[in-house]
Nanobody, 118 residues
Framework: VQLQASGGGLVQAGDSLGLSCAAS????????MGWFRQARGKEREFVGS????????VYADSVAGRFTISRDKAKNTGYLQMDNLKPEDTAIYYC????????????WGQGTLVTVSS
């Protein structure tokens, strides 16, 4: 399994930014895709996830209502849409996959940097 994340960049507070994560897997719908982030000097934290089969999403409280996770099964790609960005959202963002029969994320993308200026 390989994951390729893209879409990071520098934006201003209040702006929107979208990330994408393309997965090279045989059966995309067999997985859950998670998004995580790690700010400088902090531990990695969970942002949200999506069941790639049924589209059910879960979000961390810190991003609920501002971030939206979706997927395009035809493209084997997941998306993280970030609206109303805040400086505290600055971090390296990672996508990850785990098979829906497992609990732990076993495949990780390379990370993409999101910087939000005030």
């Amino acid at each position: 399994v390989q994951l390729q994340a893209s879409g990071g960049g520098l934006v201003q507070a209040g702006d929107s930014l979208g990330l994408s994560c393309a997965a090279s897997v045989r059966t995309f719908s067999n997985y859950v895709m998670g998004w995580f982030r790690q700010a400088r000097g902090k531990e990695r934290e969970f942002v949200g996830s999506i069941n790639l089969s049924i589209g059910r999403t879960v979000y961390a409280d810190s991003v609920a209502g501002r971030f939206t996770i979706s997927r395009d099964k035809a493209k084997n790609t997941g998306y993280l849409q970030m609206d109303n960005l805040k400086p505290e959202d600055t971090a390296i963002y990672y996508c990850a996959l785990h098979h829906r029969s497992q609990a732990d994320y076993t495949s990780w993308g390379q990370g993409t940097l999101v910087t939000v200026s005030s």
